[in-house]
């Protein structure tokens, strides 16, 4: 009796010190992730084989998605630039016209002979009185000389640098145009690719039994998990509100996710804006170590930058959380649960 009891008080304080993890500042998961799966069926291997490659297409569609809007917003400020330099033109041409008006008119009266200096006001005046009234008119007449040949030079001057950045600003946005259309054609080709890469999927996952199903799957793990302070927490909190979600390929929105999809979207609830492939979000922030790794940084897994074909969040304790694959929700992992080509990581904020 005493043993059973000494059993019970154990299971007990196991259970209060499991809860007491669970929500801690930097706790485990309440359940373990499975181990590596060497064992899997050949159905099993083929449908990770295709869900993998399925995943690289929907990575290339993202990136060229990415790479377009990029285009776009080169686009709109070459508009932009373009429109605002032949605004600057048109009044540099009407300032322009304006001056050289004047200067016409005083280059006239020079030619028939007027004098502009003082010696002339004292040759033609008829008295001390009269040279200095002629004197001061002079010297209004070449002040007004001076200031409408200065007006005049800067007229032109502004006209010809508006004329040269309207013609630039017209190139960039034929060259941005053109770049966005190759990469709309480039865009319908991989969505057409990933689209046949989707049906093999779907046709190998129809040949699982329920129970490779659920070895894909594992576990689920709904324990509790605090993030820091600040955008990352709250990018954190809300791609582990996403747990359970399934994995679909261009997903970024509740009802389904892909890897960046999530992550995009959770840095989102924080006021982040963020790229929507993952090798563009490597593109953001600030590289940390993997020992500087702190909740709400974003991992990436790949070969090489141009190569990287995942991204996950950490969560702490060597956990992520993130939209696998085909098949698996959103769900927690250890950090090598999401690839074993651990690339590098970014510190998005602080």
């Known amino acids: 009796m005493a043993s059973q009891r000494l059993k019970r008080g154990m299971r007990g304080a196991f259970t209060a010190s499991a809860i007491i993890a669970m929500v801690s500042t930097s706790p485990a998961p309440a359940l373990a992730q499975p181990p590596a799966q060497n064992s899997d069926s050949d159905a099993v291997k083929k449908y990770k084989d295709l869900s993998a490659q399925a995943e690289q297409v929907n990575e290339e569609l993202n990136k060229a998605k990415d790479d377009k809007d990029a285009r776009q917003a080169e686009l709109d400020k070459a508009n932009a630039d373009m429109a605002a330099a032949n605004q ?164 970024a929105a509740p009802g389904g996710f892909d890897c960046s999809g999530l992550t995009s979207w959770a840095y989102k609830q924080a006021g982040v804006s963020l790229p929507r492939s993952s090798r563009a979000q490597y593109g953001v922030g600030r590289s940390v170590g993997r020992n500087e790794l702190i909740a709400g940084d974003l991992i990436f897994y790949g070969g090489s930058a141009g190569s990287i074909h995942h991204v996950a969040m950490y969560i702490g304790n060597g956990m992520i959380v993130h939209a696998s694959t085909s098949g698996v929700p959103v769900k927690t992992a250890t950090i090598d649960g999401g690839g074993k080509d651990y690339f590098g990581a970014k510190r998005i904020v602080g």
Do not use: C
């Open 88 to 251: 600057a033109k048109t009044q540099a041409a009407a300032t322009e016209e304006q001056f050289r008006g004047q200067v016409d008119q005083l280059s006239t009266a020079s030619f028939q002979g007027a004098r502009f200096n003082k010696l002339s006001a004292l040759l033609t005046g008829t008295s001390p009185e009269d040279f200095l009234d002629r004197s001061t008119a002079l010297n209004v007449l070449a002040t007004d000389n001076n200031k409408a040949l200065t007006e005049l030079s800067s007229a032109v001057t502004t006209a010809a640098d508006a004329e040269r950045k309207a013609a630039d600003a017209a190139k960039r946005a034929t060259e941005a145009r053109d770049a966005a259309a190759k990469l709309q054609a480039d865009i319908e080709a991989r969505k057409k690719d990933l689209d046949a890469q989707i049906n093999q999927v779907k046709a190998a996952a129809q040949k699982l039994t329920q129970g490779e199903k659920n070895s894909l799957i594992g576990p689920a793990d709904n324990g509790v998990y605090i993030g820091p302070p600040g955008a990352a927490g709250t990018a954190m909190n809300a791609a582990l509100s996403m747990r359970g979600q399934p994995y679909v390929w261009g997903g």
